[in-house]
């Protein structure tokens, strides 16, 4: 896999944008759905390709398990985007992300809590184990748009 830190770090300030917006519009306090919907409308409003909900197979040791985990957004085959509504991010919401990534193949990960005052508060970018060299320049890259 051919991997861009400009364009994945481009890319992913798009997406931040999206739900910088979506925050600004609603603020803190509904559900995680409500937060989903409204930015994958900002997201076809700025022409970006997304899969909502795509299925993630699991197989363990050569047996398929079938798909029973779902990721929010796959936003352009490469960013992966899982929204939440909590009252704060925990190590295990981020260990969600690293395996949805290495499952996914996808090369970073952008985590969004929307029940937070300010949503930069809310927001991790998390790049996949695999990939962490190549991508060291996105990870010293702060996302922005807030």
């Known amino acids: 896999m051919l991997l861009n830190p400009a364009n994945l770090n481009s890319l992913t300030e798009k997406i931040v944008g999206a739900a910088i917006t979506v925050h600004r519009f609603f603020g803190p306090g509904l559900l995680e759905s409500v937060y989903r919907a409204s930015v994958e409308a900002e997201l076809r409003q700025i022409g970006l390709r997304f899969e909502r909900e795509r299925r993630i197979p699991l197989t363990y040791r050569g047996i398929n398990l079938g798909s ?20 704060a991010l925990s190590a295990v919401h981020l260990a969600q992300v690293t395996t949805y990534l290495k499952l996914t193949g996808c090369p970073v990960g952008l985590l969004l809590n929307f029940n937070v005052l300010v949503l930069r508060h809310g927001l991790r970018r998390v790049l996949h184990p695999d990939f962490s060299r190549e991508l060291r320049d996105l990870r010293d890259t702060p996302v922005s748009n807030s």
């Not at 779902?70 to 509504?85: F, Q, T, Y």
């Open 68 to 87: 029973g985990y779902r990721a929010d957004l796959i936003v352009d085959g490469s960013v992966l985007v899982e929204v939440k509504a909590v009252d």
